[in-house]
């Protein structure tokens, strides 16, 4: 240990010697962030790295944050956060669900350090997990498609089908035909992430089906861009983005977006492990906790729309509405949630169905 | 099915069958010459980034086609010195090209990443286009559609009905008997590997400027390997390039069209992904088994290294 703190108090002259002006604080804590992808600028890893800078302005001073993007996940992933601890990181996030293993075998080797992992389910004792319900921004995208669409028929471009996804998809269904039972959703696989070109054929495929309310779940900006392009020929036609707000891709057409916030999080939880009162994390939050929000409204949504919606996500917010409140019924029709209680997140995490609602059938696996 | 259903899938279905077609002309082009360029996929990011970047600062998608070809002759240049005027082992210097080509137009791609082009308006052919069914899907595309159309005939007619393309496909069976008749074989392989490399970045140009207007890391997406491919399974005869060009197209398109009508198909999608690679695989075990009539396509020489005595 008093090794240990001597090379602490070393590297900390080394800092001090790098930037002496900062010689009054103590040496800021280190946090680093491992990326899935490259930042770019719109996605999944964009919004973690939006957290990232928003929790290092936060904290200004008393930490320091670093990243490496586009590590592959599996054996590399535990390398690169090995590299960080032993670079002096004290608290690591590790932002997809293929570091769910390397996070937790590097954990374990350090106990005296703090690991977070998004959208995983292994927790220890010095790791803890986090996500967000993504399917509540979907609801109310759904619930905004199904008052604006002509066609009644809103198509989605998907990636791949696990539980996540599929509660996006099911949870804009369920929005969209509460405010329009007629409306039915197409989905397309593209079995990609990230293939933009696959992305745009999609989007058009659906257009050219009659779909006039598009959305995507995948990590390019392709189909909100294939929609802007549209909107010339159908006036009608509009897109819902994901993860990021789009809108600059489609000023005219994209309503808005279900956009993901890890700012807070990251600031709280930092701050919980700095003051010593963390205890560990399994956070699964959503409007309520701010990881969730829907991108501001295009002006083409209507008023009485934008009422409707606020006051919908007010309701989330409250606990007082469940995209999944019962009856849930699945595409064949059976019952999955009766009426009177809302789907648990048991029952959430384990979707592998599409609700009544969805004109496509799902791939079998 | 319904005409207009029809339309739509033979449009799309020609618009994902270009890029592939281009590139695997100018692949053909190489291969016919015994130079095997495995950098395809390589020489498409990269004529993708200079296309993108081109285009958004000149707003000419024109200009954006050049600096595309330019930057693909560029990156075939290279290849060509590694592996015609060094000798290096072909198939590495391809594969190094591939994935330098990938991380040299992520990195040049940086700043473009947040930017969008504004697409481009197809090129109506006036009567023909008014055709039914068969107008919108042929002759409302892009003009670059039109291009690879006006390729395939050139490369075909060049292989075949001119001196030179005989001198070409010489090179790529014998090159010593070809060297020994006066012909120098180097500089025939190099420009038929920057022909290749140029119209590897005008298929890029394609995917950047045209089909998806915007750029970001990894667009090109495998379909560098699958160009490949499809000169193998065309087994090197240009019109069959763009027939295996349209039906992979056309099977991810089907596959796309058939989701979205919710009809039940159980081919697992990744089948259907695998399947340009499975169907090269077939190909050239057919090859390999009747040595007498498809081999006759495939370049004797190809991938070998030839250097003149000096």
């Known amino acids: 240990m008093q090794r240990l703190k001597s090379s602490i108090t070393l590297l900390g002259l080394g800092l001090l010697a790098v930037a002496p002006l900062a010689a009054a604080d103590p040496a800021p804590t280190q946090v680093g962030f491992v990326y899935v992808s490259p930042v770019g600028d719109a996605g999944w890893t964009y919004q973690h790295d939006q957290g990232r800078k928003e929790m290092e302005k936060a904290m200004a001073g008393k930490v320091r944050t670093n990243f490496v993007e586009n590590v592959p996940e599996g054996a590399d992933a535990e390398r690169v956060i090995r590299q960080m601890i032993t670079g002096g990181a004290k608290i690591v996030f590790t932002t997809s669900f293929g570091y769910m293993n390397p996070t937790e075998k590097v954990a374990s080797a350090f106990p005296d350090k703090f690991f977070f992992h998004a959208t995983g389910y292994k927790t220890g004792k010095n790791m803890g997990i986090y996500n967000a319900r993504f399917y509540e921004g979907r609801y109310l995208c759904g619930v905004i498609a199904g008052k604006m669409t002509k066609s009644h028929i809103a198509g989605y471009v998907a990636a791949f089908p696990i539980p996540e996804v599929l509660q996006g998809i099911n949870a804009f269904t369920e929005g969209m035909r509460s405010v329009d039972p007629k409306a039915e959703v197409r989905v397309i696989w593209v079995n990609s992430w990230f293939d933009p070109g696959k992305e745009r054929e999609a989007a058009l495929t659906l257009i050219s089906q009659g779909a006039d309310m598009l959305t995507h779940h995948t990590d390019s900006t392709a189909v909100v861009q294939a929609a802007e392009e549209k909107h010339k020929d159908n006036a009608n036609l509009y897109s819902f983005s994901y993860h990021s707000d789009m809108s600059k891709y489609g000023p005219k057409s994209c309503l808005t977006g279900t956009t993901h916030l890890w700012g807070d999080f990251y600031t709280r939880t930092v701050k919980e492990v700095l003051a010593g009162t963390w205890t560990g994390t399994n956070v699964w939050g959503g409007i309520k906790d701010g990881m969730i929000k829907l991108a501001p409204l295009n002006a083409a949504v209507p008023e009485a729309v934008k009422k409707d919606v606020t006051k919908l996500e007010k309701e989330i917010k409250e606990g007082k509405r469940h995209p999944f409140a019962g009856p849930v019924v699945a595409q064949d029709g059976k019952e999955l949630v009766p009426k009177g209680r809302n789907m648990t997140d048991a029952e959430l995490g384990a979707m592998n169905y599409y609700v009544k609602g969805v004109a496509s059938t799902l791939p079998k696996n | ?310």
């Open chain 2, 1 to 310: 099915m319904e005409p207009s259903l029809v339309s739509a899938v033979l449009f799309a279905t020609i618009v994902a069958g270009t890029p592939l077609i281009l590139t695997a002309l100018g692949e053909l082009v190489t291969e016919k010459s015994g130079v095997l360029n495995l950098g395809a996929e390589g020489i498409m990011s990269v004529g993708a980034v200079a296309a993108f970047a081109v285009t958004l600062n000149t707003g000419s998608p024109l200009l954006g086609i050049v600096a595309g070809m330019v930057a693909g002759m560029a990156m075939s240049a290279l290849f060509g010195f590694a592996a015609l005027t060094l000798q290096a082992n072909q198939v590495a210097s391809g594969l190094a090209l591939s994935i330098f080509g990938v991380g040299l137009s992520a990195f040049v791609g940086k700043p473009y990443e947040s930017q969008t082009l504004s697409s481009v308006a197809p090129l109506k052919i006036p009567l023909l286009s008014k055709l039914p069914v068969l107008g919108h899907a042929l002759f409302e595309q892009q003009a670059l559609v039109y291009f690879s159309w006006i390729m395939l005939a050139v490369v075909a007619w060049f292989l075949y009905r001119t001196r030179w393309g005989l001198v070409l496909r010489a090179v790529g069976e014998t090159p010593v008997a070809a060297h020994a008749i006066g012909y120098n074989v180097l500089r025939i392989r190099y420009l038929a590997a920057i022909f290749g490399g140029a119209m590897a970045g005008i298929g890029g140009a394609f995917l950047s400027v045209f089909y998806t207007p915007l750029w970001v890391e990894g667009m090109v997406a495998g379909r560098g390997w699958i160009s490949l491919a499809l000169v193998v399974f065309a087994t090197w005869r240009p019109l069959r390039v763009m027939l295996g060009a349209y039906l992979f197209g056309g099977a991810m398109i089907t596959q796309m069209f058939v989701q979205g009508s919710g009809i039940r198909l159980d081919i697992p999608a990744q089948f259907l992904s695998a399947l340009p690679y499975l169907a090269t695989v077939v190909v050239l075990v057919l090859i390999s088994r009747n040595r007498s009539t498809i081999r006759l396509n495939s370049p004797a020489s190809l991938g070998q290294p030839f250097m003149p005595d000096a």
